[in-house]
């Protein structure tokens, strides 16, 4: 059972690694074995928390949905998409609970691992490691891919492991902490995967700074921000924070930023425009073409609408229409849960999750899974520990 685990962990924290091409981006191992494994502990009686059967309910409507699609292999993908948000928190919370040494260890192991090829990628080989991938995007200029398709992903995965390490407990968090952030500013340099963390930035702000810790912050920021600018270093986090606070419309110019804006815009506009019925699998090509004529902001052009919706929660509410919202329900409800002793925490990261999974991250993206796994975990453990010191403080 031990090197089933770690081989389930090592899926779930690499999912673009595979021996095997299978012709998609993200690789099926991470959801197939964390799919065994949650149907075994369901066969065994394993008590899961009650919540999780939110998540289960979209999955059953996208397999009633499937006969209705036009282009089967891509339903297929949204199925497994959906699949993987209810057994995936499922299976880490599961992994926590019974093996949480050898997890912490995985996730410490990854961190390193993505850095290192990265680091490689950076400074003497471009292509490094790129033949246990499905397939090569490219970073175009911008960053490196390190073990994913592109820098985007890359970013998002070093962010997705950011906020799991942030809600576990381990020795030297806050070192990792910082090696994934300066993967994400300096190596992978994907504009979206900043721009969240200026978003996060934001949240932080808003619901937990006050008015003196904001001048003082911000006085600072002006500064770094004015030398840093005056010296000339070509970095794209400079770029992207220069342009959001000289005319922030121009973000829009960017190529990566642009192209999502357009899926998120439109899967929303079609979720309200069909008053939340589900749309299936097929539909959105053709809502896309009969829109992007009359909404010049975007690049897009008809002939190039997207088969795939590139926004998590962009796609399961257009495809299943109000279905698909017991997914952030049950997202906003397991923040709550870990973070109910804390306000502001609470509200920083609801708002901020949740943005972040308006983006193109896709629904078969193993990281968000398995940072409501940890969640749950921390859920758990606040719980008992509160229990733990009500005990002695009656004993």
Not at 61 to 83: C, N, Q
Not at 147 to 167: D, K, R
Not at 207 to 229: A, D, E, H, N, Q
Not at 354 to 369: D, H, K, R
Request: proline content about 4%; charged content about 10%; overall charge positive.
């Amino acid at each position: 059972m031990l090197g089933f685990s770690l081989l389930l962990l090592l899926c779930l924290c690499f999912p673009y690694v595979t021996p095997i091409s299978f012709g998609t981006d993200v690789q099926p191992w991470g959801v197939m074995f964390a799919t065994i494994l949650t149907t075994v502990l369901l066969l065994k009686g394993y008590k899961f928390k009650i919540l999780l059967t939110l998540l289960f309910i979209p999955i059953i409507a996208s397999i009633l949905l499937f006969p209705f699609s036009d282009h089967p292999f891509s339903a297929f993908r949204s199925i497994t998409g959906y699949v993987s948000i209810g057994v995936i928190p499922l299976a880490f919370h599961y992994l926590l609970k019974t093996n949480y040494e050898n997890t912490i260890m995985i996730l410490k192991f990854a961190v390193i691992a993505y850095m290192l090829v990265a680091l490689v990628q950076t400074f003497i080989y471009i292509d490094f490691m790129s033949f246990v991938l499905n397939r090569l995007v490219g970073g175009g200029g911008r960053g490196v891919n390190s073990l994913s398709t592109e820098p985007t992903f890359y970013g998002l995965i070093c962010l997705f492991l950011l906020l799991t390490i942030s809600a576990l407990e381990m020795t030297n968090k806050k070192l990792y902490i910082y090696l994934l952030l300066i993967q994400i500013i300096f190596l992978s340099q994907s504009s979206m995967t900043i721009l969240l963390l200026l978003i996060f930035g934001f949240f932080y702000v808003l619901f937990r700074m006050g008015p003196k810790t904001i001048f003082l912050g911000s006085s600072t920021c002006i500064i770094l921000f004015y030398v840093v600018t005056m010296s000339e270093i070509d970095n794209r986090a400079i770029t992207l924070a220069t342009k959001l606070i000289t005319n922030p419309e121009v973000l829009l110019l960017d190529g990566s930023i642009n192209s999502r804006a357009g899926n998120i815009y439109f899967s929303l506009k079609g979720f309200f425009d069909n008053y939340g019925v589900p749309a299936g699998f097929s539909a959105f090509p053709i809502y896309w073409t009969s829109e992007i004529a009359g909404h010049d902001i975007f690049f897009q052009s008809a002939s190039s609408a997207p088969i795939r919706i590139m926004s998590f929660y962009g796609a399961m509410l257009f495809e299943l229409g109000l279905i698909g919202a017991l997914v952030p329900i049950t997202y906003s409800i397991i923040i709550f849960e870990a973070y109910k002793d804390n306000v502001r925490q609470f509200l920083i990261l609801m708002f901020y999750i949740n943005a972040i999974l308006f983006t193109a991250v896709p629904m078969s993206f193993t990281l968000v899974g398995m940072y409501f796994g940890a969640l749950i975990f921390k859920a758990e453990n606040r719980i008992k520990s509160n229990n733990s010191d009500d005990q002695l403080k009656y004993s």
